[in-house]
């Protein structure tokens, strides 16, 4: 049997990403005897023809579409991989599995918006070979781990997903089917799961909170066969937290140490469990620079956001980076629950005294499912309970609302070494309308605006400018509300027909029909 996964992942900021999970998951398949073959399409010019030659000259009876980001720091990217998902459907010989990280986090939306019907959500090493033998067999998959689809009388099902307990026993990703020379760094795992419960993450969903540790000695062999093969001397720790067990983190670095691997190295840490020791070892094994997930220098705002460290444990942890010339960037989130003037002008003024090399501060907090800030949010009514946050939703704190971002852009510019995105300002796909909360403004995209011009052509002309101002009105409450400054078409025709008086109501459904949109209302 053949299969071909795809990366459609094109994110080339901050660094490339190298499609891991498809490695490991190839090697899995390669040592049952399946056909692998993988197209990434990060550097492809153009997609879609890519694309379509694979599936042609290769023939898949499988196609596994692994789906990474929901969005970047400043685009929604699902729709502008529908493309590819649609040219494997056209394709109609091979069965469309998806997976992924981004897949996982929102499998329901994901399969329903690509009307695609199976997937598998979390780690997919054992639950993928066991669907492809039962898909093969033609036998049910209902009660196959992480399995997630929609049913015959189109139904959403998902099992929890799959955890492989011990992943030393799993075989090295086969990175021979990937074009490593055109990757900037070699990604490597050195644990999967995280213990924590920040708020706002969704790693301990995508990867458990069990920690499960791979051996050193494991580790340092696949760093070893990344060099011998591929002339890999840039590597990136792909782990949720490097350095949590700080034994763990200890023991790969004398591992590199020991077998004096001449590489260098990045991972992603945390302030705590970050001695001097680890710090002078990580340093000695090659590594070159680190990201902090910081995300508050205020210490009500770390205990609100779940973290189990204080600001003096960021102030020493930078301090020790400085001393020994590490370079060091903080992740901060801002506006979060319990946000205030006082406690984001905290944070500031103590990340201006650490002064570290890079800070990377993004305004208001993505809601991701499964998440405490997600159950917060629906508390407080910022989005409706099980509502869908396949499109962007974000958090910020009533307390602070519209000043955060008035504050972050005076503060900016003088402070050319952060980086700066307000999330909530992501770009969106055409059928949505941009909204500037604080500047009172809002941008209709093209396509909304012809909808809605054709909708509210049905009331009496009269009542055409009310309508006009009720649209206007219901996009900024709604944008204030949920922290978005984007719209749904959908949201906003429903208030919008359900708002008007009785009597226009019907002429106004009998135009959304005509546009093929009453699944809407
Ligand atoms: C390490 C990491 C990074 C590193 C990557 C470094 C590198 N060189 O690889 C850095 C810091 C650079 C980074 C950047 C970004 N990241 Co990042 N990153 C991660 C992290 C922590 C691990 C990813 C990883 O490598 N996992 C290890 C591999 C083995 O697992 P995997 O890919 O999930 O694959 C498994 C399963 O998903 C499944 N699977 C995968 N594909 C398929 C396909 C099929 C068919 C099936 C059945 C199963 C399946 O099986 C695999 C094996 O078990 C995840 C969080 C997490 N814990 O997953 C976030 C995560 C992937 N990142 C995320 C994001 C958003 C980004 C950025 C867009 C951030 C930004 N604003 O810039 C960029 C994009 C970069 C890019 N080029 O794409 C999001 C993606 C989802 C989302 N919210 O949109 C995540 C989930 C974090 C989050 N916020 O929720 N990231
Ligand atoms: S933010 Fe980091 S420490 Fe906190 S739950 Fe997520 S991965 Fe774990």
Redesign the pocket.
Known sequence: MKVL?ISP?R????????P???A??SAVLLKEGYNVKVLDLCFEDEPVSATKKTLNDFQPDII???I??????TTFLIPTIKDVVDCCKDYGRGKI??????F??TPEDMLRYFDVDL??I????ES?PELLRRLSDKKPFDDIAGAAYIDNKSDFRMNMPWRLQDINRLPMPARHLLPNHLYD?G?I?TKRGCEYSCIYC??PF??GKNVRLRSPVSVADEMEEMIRKYNIANF?F?D?VFNSPESHAKEICAEIIKRRLDIQWSA?ISPRNFSKELLNLMIDAGCKSV?IGSDAASSVMLKRLGKNFSVDDIRHAAKMCDEAGLMHMHFLLLGGPGETEETLKETLKNMEEINPPKVFAVASI?L?PNTPIQRLAEKEGKIKKGESLFYPKFYISDDISSRLFEIMDEFIPRHPNWMYFPANAVKMPNEVAEVKVDKKEIIWKKETKERFDEIIKSVPMLLQPIARRMVNKKAMENALVRGSSFVEDKDMINAFVSETPRPFQSKMREKVAELGLSGWL
């Open positions: 996964f992942n994110e080339k900021e901050p660094y490339v990403a190298a891991l999970g498809i490991y998951l596994g579409i692994s990474r980001n929901l969005e970047s720091s599995i998806l997976g992924g990280t981004a996982s986090i997937g598998i979390g780690e997919g090493e993928l760094m990604n795992q969704t790693y995508l990867e990136y792909v949720n992603l990201e993505r991701y």
